[in-house]
């Protein structure tokens, strides 16, 4: 028997931080993502290789079909983060694997890993589908987060995201703005650790309630923006919020104070993806200062 499924990565635009406490966020799912492949076989095991966006193995492990005991494997700390989700499935659903006499899996990724566009929630998405169990329970049983990240891998078009009395709330949008050819997505190199951003996070004074309101204000402005010069405005109040809270200074004041169009961070402040609205000089202004990683709205939007 052989079975596929495929999951979207994610970026998302508007809410980081405080999408976590309930506020409206703006998330867009990628044109790139992740496949895992299934085959059944007679090894009397698990047989698990993880490619990447060059087609070469980045990860591959064995494990004993009955109880996911780790036999082989190349990296352990990865292979113990796999062992915890497919026990979680498993506990979501007691059938999963439990009948088969081997198994091989490949999963392939359409993006590097260090892009920060979902390595994790796409896998996760795509073991759900594989164990017919619910992906956002699975996420937050496991890992925590707020769950935008699965929405995007199960959605083929922009949405706004909200968790509401511990559910998420997942409505698809017509965010397709007449100025997306003046919006890039630029990689900062570096990859950063969101369960770490989320524990310094907590760790802020806050108006909680002030914050959730006036995140959610920003995203329903920004879904409905009509200009790049509005559009710019909202990103600028984003950041001038989230820099107030965090205590961290924005990306532009930090790296790119002579840049003449707005600058958003996305996700984990101070890494993966940062949105820039600017012009065709945009690609040589980040190329000189040493981020060469720039993709316009239109190739990385799905």
Not at 40 to 63: H, K, P
Not at 71 to 86: G, I, N, P, R, Y
Not at 88 to 101: G, I, T
Not at 201 to 223: A, G
Request: glycine content about 6%; overall charge negative.
């Amino acid at each position: 028997m052989h079975k596929e499924f495929y999951s979207n990565g994610k970026l998302l635009l508007s809410g980081e931080y405080a999408i976590l406490d309930g506020a409206l966020g703006l998330a867009v799912p990628t044109t790139l993502g992740q496949s895992l492949q299934v085959v059944d076989s007679d090894s009397g095991t698990l047989r698990w290789a993880s490619f990447d966006e060059n087609a070469e193995i980045w990860f591959q492990a064995e494990f004993e079909l009955e109880s996911f005991r780790i036999k082989t494997a190349s990296d352990e700390k990865t292979a113990q983060t796999l062992v915890e989700l497919l026990i979680e499935a498993r506990q979501q659903n007691p059938d999963f694997l439990s009948k088969n006499s081997g198994v091989e899996v490949e999963t392939r990724l359409g993006f590097p890993r260090s892009w920060g566009l979902g390595t994790s929630s796409t896998l996760i998405n795509n073991i759900a589908q594989w164990a017919q169990v619910d992906a956002y329970q699975l996420l937050w049983n496991a890992f925590g987060g707020s769950g935008y990240d699965i929405a995007c891998a199960q959605h083929s078009a922009p949405i706004t995201y909200q968790v509401q009395n511990g559910k998420p709330a997942v409505n698809e949008v017509d965010f397709d703005p007449l100025f997306k050819e003046s919006l890039y997505f630029v990689h900062l190199n570096q990859k950063q650790s969101s369960k770490e951003a989320i524990a310094a996070y907590r760790k802020q004074e806050f108006n909680q309630k002030d914050l959730i309101h006036d995140i959610s204000s920003l995203t329903e402005k920004m879904v409905n923006a009509a200009t790049l010069q509005e559009f710019q405005s909202l990103m600028e109040q984003h950041e001038a919020i989230l820099s107030n809270v965090l205590q961290i200074p924005t990306v532009k004041s930090q790296l790119f104070s002579d840049y003449p169009g707005a600058l958003k961070s996305l996700g984990a402040w101070g890494g993966d993806f940062v949105l820039a609205a600017g012009n065709q000089h945009t690609l040589d202004y980040f190329s000189a200062k040493g981020y060469p990683t720039v993709i316009p709205f239109s190739k990385m939007v799905l």
